[in-house]
């Protein structure tokens, strides 16, 4: 995608400060951290979200996100972090080529990661449930 910055940070065309790299991933940080050591994963292969990125390279991106994770607690030690990931506008997803946030967190450090909880009228969570896994059944039945 000529377009993508993401991409183009893969490519060099753009600098980035790069943590680790291999043949499908790269590890940067963020230019805008939302706290200090805020760190991006994302597979070199352009895709826009989880709907259309390929299992390998979502799998290798979370290998990345578990070994950056661990390396950023033994570097900073923040007394938690959170790993995100947005998909589609809807969302807050700003750059449409898929990464996963590794953000440091410490207690009421502000960050709006909480939601507030809807109710599920009688019958309907089963609804969901039976919704998605019949989807799901399908899905497996077309790989
Ligand atoms: P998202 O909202 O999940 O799409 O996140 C996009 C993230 O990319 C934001 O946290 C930005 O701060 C970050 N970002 C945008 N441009 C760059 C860049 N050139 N280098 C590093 N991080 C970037
Ligand atoms: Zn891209």
């Not at 410490?106 to 990661?113: L, N, P, R, S, V």
Request: hydrophobic share 45%; with cysteine; net charge neutral.
């Amino acid at each position: 995608m000529s377009a993508c910055i993401f991409c183009k940070i893969v490519k060099k065309e753009l600098p980035s400060s790069i943590i680790a790299e291999d043949e499908n991933v790269l590890a940067f940080m963020d230019i805008m951290p939302a706290r200090k050591g805020h760190i991006l994963v994302m597979p070199k292969r352009h895709a826009e979200t989880m709907l259309d990125v390929s299992e390998e390279d979502l799998a290798a991106s979370m290998r990345m996100v578990k070994r950056v994770s661990v390396a950023l607690q033994e570097a900073v030690h923040p007394p938690g972090f959170s790993v995100v990931q947005l998909n589609g506008e809807a969302s807050g997803q700003t750059v449409f080529h898929i990464h996963f946030h590794i953000i440091p967190r410490k207690t009421g450090d502000g960050i709006a990661m909480k939601w507030s909880h809807e109710t599920y009228l009688a019958g309907e969570m089963e609804h969901y449930r039976v919704k998605i896994a019949e989807a799901l059944k399908a899905q497996s039945k077309t790989r």
